[in-house]
């Protein structure tokens, strides 16, 4: 997902001097939590109790109305016996009826929550499937992609324009369907009847076009590969297609391109500049783009992007930069299109793996932020993207935690993209040093846990098992608080001490010290004072490495 501008607004600048856990972190309120939170995030047994294996979700649109209407078939495997589950649809649309085995069964609904029960119990093993018919106006959303809902405007030539964007919130702002990261269908067929005249653009490959009575248009879309709820999109409007490849690792990767016809222009000369070089960084960063049987695209949308799979929600309007800013204002960010390089980077984190619950949303967030940094690397060396990083500080609040309350549907602080980014960063110039290495750590990432849904234990205990070391103190307390931890440093009889002030009690982190103009030297440090062992280390010749660290420093 895009990350804010206003985050621009603020600089949060490290130096040798006072800062730490007691400067940094804020106070913050507990949010109150409903039941309606906990229907929405928790996994109870009437959401576990079946795997969802494939959807078909066939919905027709009303322009006019800004009304949808259709049905969707959950197709499923039961993981134990059940007579009841529980499935998402927002309350403001209607359930028409839930038919199983050809017949109408009863349901119920509680906030945004619907529970059907089942004339006799389905056993645990067995393969079944249901369909709810569903309609009403769904949220419009205002300000998208930042809340969720469907965008209805209109093209510069009037014609209607209307795109999905629903992360956060969840898919079932606007489709029935278990809202849940954990549950992503094998596979999934999405057909869209639109307007005459009027296009829709979907995630996958489209299998057929076919002309309805009337002169409404129906758009058969279909997923091969697992997909997660809110990548789910629809595309209205009057597109015109373009296509191409890529010599990937995988093979033949078909690239294509939905755009108005009054940018295609512009399209084609912004792709062509973008799309190739951002595959081939990132196919070696990661691995090979992890959807091959789905082709990748890039869809003109009316907000600013979405990380939709397969399908990339653009609107960066063919400029370079974030909206033709630079988020690192290191000169590096204007290079190179944001939302092509940031919202495609999501195709291996957030879409490849995905975190069960949204309140690990860093996973999807921090590696894909560091993704940009990645670009710039396999684009213009090291150096320069280790300048992007630093500046992706500018854009830190350290307001909050970045991993979120469980169970509510919650996700964290914002900073699990700018400052998820230089954690990773840090980890790399800490632990894994050797580029080649650090390299086939990421790659190994996305084989691993590939087309699966994962959490923060699995993330780092993977990281932890590449690099040998213990990691779980290090990300807990750049995750799970607020606040920095801070390098404290004092001279006893001329003699140089180190420790870190941490939240974490245990907390552990090399780090990396050296006298003016020499060279670095890695020191092992606890939370413990400890000697620095660095010969001719004084007051006034101590340099920290606060470049590749994102750290306080205290000197006494």
């Known amino acids: 997902m895009p990350v804010r501008s206003s985050l621009l607004l603020l600089w949060l600048s490290l130096s040798v001097g006072l800062s730490g856990p007691a400067a940094a972190q804020l106070l913050q309120a507990k949010p109150a939590f409903t039941r309606a939170d906990s229907l929405r995030g928790a996994l109870t047994p009437l959401r576990t109790c079946y795997d969802v294996t494939y959807y078909h979700l066939d919905v027709r649109l009303d322009v006019g109305r800004k009304a949808i209407s259709g049905s969707n078939l959950f197709g499923f495997t039961a993981t134990q016996d059940f007579s009841r589950l529980q499935f998402d649809l927002f309350a403001n649309l209607k359930v028409e009826k839930v038919e199983f085995q050809g017949k109408s069964v009863p ?10 029960t089942f004339p006799a119990p389905i056993r645990r093993g067995s393969r079944a499937a249901f369909t709810v018919f569903y309609s009403g106006q769904p949220t419009e959303a205002k300000h998208a992609p930042w809340d969720g809902g469907l965008v209805f405007t209109q093209d510069s030539k009037g014609q209607p324009w209307v795109a999905s964007a629903c992360q956060g919130v969840g898919a079932s702002i606007w489709w029935p369907t278990k809202d849940h990261q954990s549950d992503e269908p094998d596979s999934m067929l999405i057909s869209v009847t639109v307007p005459k005249g009027l296009k829709d653009v979907s995630n996958g490959r ?13 758009f058969d879309w279909f997923v091969s590969n697992p997909i997660n709820n809110y990548d789910v999109a629809l595309n209205v ?5 373009f296509a191409d490849e890529y010599a990937g690792e995988k093979g033949r990767l ?43 695209k890039l869809v003109e949308a009316p907000h ?23 988020r690192s204002a290191t000169g590096w960010g204007l ?19 995905t975190s069960k619950d949204i309140a690990d949303m860093w996973i999807h967030e921090s590696f894909t932020t560091y993704s940009e940094a990645l670009f710039v690397e396999s684009q213009f060396g090291k150096p320069a993207a280790q300048q992007y990083i630093r500046g992706q500080r500018r854009n830190i609040q350290n307001d909050a935690p970045i991993i979120g309350p469980y169970e509510v549907n919650r996700e964290g602080s914002s900073d699990m993209y700018d400052k998820g980014s230089n954690v990773l960063n840090l980890i790399r110039t800490a632990y894994v040093p050797d580029d080649a290495r650090w390299r086939e750590l990421l790659r190994g990432l996305s084989r691993t846990f590939y087309h699966q849904t994962v959490t923060t234990p ?58 003016k103009g020499g060279e670095y030297r890695t020191l092992p440090l606890t939370t413990s004072f400890q000697p620095l062992n660095l010969p001719g280390l ?18 006494e």
């Not at 349901?107 to 059907?116: G, Q």
């Not at 979405?306 to 063919?318: C, D, L, P, R, T």
């Not at 606060?546 to 205290?554: K, R």
């Open 538 to 555: 004084t007051r006034e010749n101590l340099e920290v490495d606060t470049e590749n660290y994102y750290i306080g420093v205290l000197v």
């Open 458 to 515: 699995q993330v780092v205990g993977y990281l932890s098992q590449q690099t040998g070391y213990n990691l779980t103190l290090i990300f807990d307390q750049y995750l799970r608080y607020s606040s920095l931890p801070t390098l404290e440093i004092r001279f006893e009889e001329g003699k140089p001490l180190g420790r870190w002030i941490a939240n974490v009690p245990e907390f552990n982190l090399p780090i990396r010290l050296r006298t």
């Open 335 to 353: 290079k190179w299109d944001f939302i092509i390089i940031h919202e495609s980077g999501h195709e291996w984190f957030g879409n490849n793996i």
């Open 237 to 241: 409007g009057d597109y015109t297609h």
């Open 304 to 326: 600013l992007g979405m990380e939709h799979q397969s399908a990339v929600a653009y609107g960066n309007k063919y400029q370079n930069g974030y909206l033709g800013k630079d």
């Open 206 to 218: 489209l299998r057929r076009t076919t002309t309805l009575k009337g002169g409404a248009t129906r």
């Open 107 to 116: 349901f119920t609904r509680e906030a945004n929550a619907v529970f059907v």
């Open 254 to 296: 078909t690239l294509d391109y939905w755009v108005l016809p009054e940018n295609l222009t512009k399209a084609k000369t912004q792709f062509a500049a973008n799309v190739k070089p951002m595959l081939k960084s990132l196919e070696s960063w990661f691995g090979p783009y992890p959807f091959y049987e789905d082709g990748y």
